[in-house]
């Protein structure tokens, strides 16, 4: 299966590799239906069209993926999870650029940690899953880069408490949080930019 950059996802069929044929083949539904969802969508169609964000946004569809992997839970590295906590009245005071870079950087650390996880990973649904979630991210952080707005950008919030966690359920539970939350509020306040936009 191809992603952007020609990358290869391989997923062995060995008996005995801990997981079946079944599983094999959800993955792969799986992850060939969020790459149609995920690669077509415009910035300003992220911003305009709240089907887009909800079709873009799979952590469910990962969640549950991960439970039909045996033993993909544990991460075979640390991954470090930026801070995904809003307070509201810092929030607001940021500009648009502070607020777009601080996703930005969010975002980026954390497919790095997934990317490195991935390659410690043995051969397995685990890598698949890794992939797939990665893939999720990259997608979201080519939609933030691309949003026209000028200006000096922010990096990570380095008053906000982080953690590193080898629980891959963790780094799901904070990368829906940062979706639902952050990245969400974000978007709002882009919405006078949809008028008119066909």
């Known amino acids: ?31 060939a239906a969020s790459e149609v969802r995920g690669v077509q969508a415009r910035p300003i169609d992220f911003v305009c069209d709240d089907q887009t964000r909800r079709d873009m946004n799979n952590v469910k569809e990962l969640e549950a993926a991960m439970g ?55 051969p397995g649904c685990q890598v698949s899953l890794l992939e797939r979630i990665e893939h999720s991210v990259t997608n979201y952080l080519h939609i933030v880069t691309h949003l026209e707005i000028s200006g000096k950008e922010e990096g990570l919030d380095l008053t906000c408490h982080t953690q590193n966690t080898q629980d891959l359920g963790q780094v799901l539970l904070q990368y829906g949080r940062l979706l639902r939350g952050k990245l969400e509020w974000f978007v709002l306040e882009l919405r006078d930019r949809c008028q008119g936009d066909s």
């Open 68 to 122: 039909e992997c045996s033993g993909s839970s544990i991460l075979p590295a640390t991954i470090h999870l930026p801070c995904v906590r809003i307070h509201k009245a810092t929030w607001d005071k940021k500009s648009l650029q502070e607020k777009k870079g601080q996703i930005q950087m969010t975002l980026k650390t954390l497919g790095e940690g997934l990317q490195r996880a991935r390659a410690q990973a043995p």
């Open 1 to 31: 299966m191809k992603y952007e950059n020609n990358a290869t996802v391989t997923v062995p069929l060995r008996a005995g590799a801990g997981y079946g044929f079944e599983q094999v083949l959800l993955l792969l539904l799986c992850m």
